[in-house]
């Protein structure tokens, strides 16, 4: 079988993550070259994934001079550097597996999406919900008719308490104007899921929601500006967590040494979770509804012990409940015994967004390497929905819950 070759244009948690799962499969896919601006990681990439100095790269426009290198291009960097990217790459041939959000303005989104049709290109954004087998037989059991009409669903997603402290406090999504809003960057998942259980337009959407609780006034009286300086007992102690949690620690640092890396000010990870420079909302409720009329909620919040996603939706004959990371579904039809379903049952990889990573990645290459038009759950096409959805949110909220039609 001949192997699909793959470029990583922006090599951090998500790049590595692909990397992994193409080194995982090496009868499909060859990772074929890397681009990664930061000159630390280079020795590190090079050797975990057997990359030679001439396929590697850390200017992405002296890549792209090289025309098309890969069959494939993921781009995993920053929100903001997805639009100019992913249009150049789509005009040197490339198929594009986009990290969502695909831009960070819906103009942009849509001229990404119209370049791609226009050239005939695949992009596949990274809505790996999709693909997990949780909400695939949520999905199934929608479309089966069991349920009958769906007329309600309720979507919630708990970020946690110290997932959110790592990356809207303290990380890379703290500040909308560096990153994006957080219903965009975070929740656009769970509105491409809501939009996709349903199977309908969304009509119009109004939200609701602020930073409530990571601001100065409810820092503790004596707590320092960084953790390393500060003695007071708290449940965001960045020393504490990253020592415990090497894993996400090493999202941000190659040096192993805790106590020094955030003792260093300029390492943003180690501030105090009150006095960071943050401005993304901690928690977001949205209400949505769709051409047949039926309605949609979902909330969006930082405070939660664990990270995870529950669905339940609501039909006219019965109703279904489940929690993605717990991997049960119960389906109650309204006057029978109620059945539990358990999707990890028979699964061998519920690694990465509960088996969605890898799948969405190896259905996207057979797809490329197919010659078939585009087959995928997560076309371009269908997530720039979601992307819309997204855009309406956030402009709802900042105009106090304004009904905005789409
Ligand atoms: N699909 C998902 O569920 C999911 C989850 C998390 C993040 N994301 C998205 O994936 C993207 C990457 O997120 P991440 O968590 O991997 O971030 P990250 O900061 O860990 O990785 C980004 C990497 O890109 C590199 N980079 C930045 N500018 C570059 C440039 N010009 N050329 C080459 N490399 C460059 C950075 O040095 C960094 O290593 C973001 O858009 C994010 O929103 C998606």
Redesign the pocket.
């Known amino acids: 079988m001949e192997k699909i070759r793959i470029a990583i ?9 692909y990397a992994n799962i193409i080194k995982s499969h090496p009868d499909e896919m060859e990772l074929a070259a890397v ?4 000159p630390v ?1 280079k020795p590190f990439i090079m050797q975990m994934f057997d990359i030679k100095e001439e396929d590697y ?4 426009k002296e890549m792209f001079k090289k025309g098309k290198i890969a069959d494939i291009l993921v ?5 903001r ?2 639009y100019e ?1 992913a249009l150049t790459a789509l005009e040197l041939g490339y198929d594009l597996l986009l ?3 695909i831009a960070v303005e819906i103009d942009h989104c849509l001229a990404i999406r119209d370049k791609a049709n226009a050239l005939g290109r695949k992009v596949a954004v ?4 999709r693909y997990t087998p949780f909400y695939r037989k949520v999905k199934e059991i929608i479309d089966s008719g069991r349920i009958g009409k769906v007329a309600t669903l309720s979507q919630t997603e708990h970020i946690g308490y110290y997932h959110y402290a790592h ?1 809207y406090v303290r990380g ?2 703290r500040r909308a104007d560096a ?2 809003p957080m219903i965009l ?1 975070k929740a656009c ?1 769970d509105l491409d899921i809501i939009q996709w259980l349903i199977g309908e337009k969304c009509t119009a959407i109004n939200s609701f929601g602020n930073l409530f609780y990571f601001k100065k006034e409810n820092a503790p009286e004596g707590s320092a500006d960084y953790c390393y300086k500060c003695e007071i007992a708290c449940p965001y102690n960045a020393i504490e967590f990253y020592k415990s949690h090497p894993d996400w620690f090493m ?2 640092s190659l040096d192993p040494d805790v106590g020094k890396v955030l003792s260093d000010e300029l390492v943003n990870y180690g501030r105090c979770v009150y006095k960071s420079d943050n401005d993304v909302a901690d928690h977001q409720v949205v209400s949505m509804v769709f051409a047949s009329g039926a309605t949609a909620n979902l909330t969006v919040t930082a405070f939660s012990n664990e990270i995870h996603r529950g669905v339940k939706v609501h039909g006219t004959k019965g109703e279904i409940a489940g929690d993605l990371e717990e991997g049960r579904i119960t389906i109650k039809i309204y006057g029978e015994k109620p059945e539990t379903i358990d999707v990890k049952a028979g699964e061998t990889d519920l690694s990465g ?1 509960a088996g ?2 890898v799948r969405m990645l190896l259905d996207f290459a057979r797809n490329v390497r197919s010659g078939e038009p585009q087959s995928g759950l997560t076309d371009i096409n269908y997530s720039i929905e979601s992307h819309r959805m997204a855009f309406a949110a956030e402009a709802s909220r900042l105009a106090g819950g304004k009904v905005i039609k789409l």
């Open positions: 244009l922006g090599f951090g948690q998500r790049g590595y993550i681009c990664e601006i930061n990681k790269y850390t200017d992405y781009i995993a960097t920053m929100d550097d997805h990217q990290e969502k959000p990274c809505h790996v919900l990356s890379n999504w990153s994006a960057a998942h999202i941000f967004h969605g990573d």
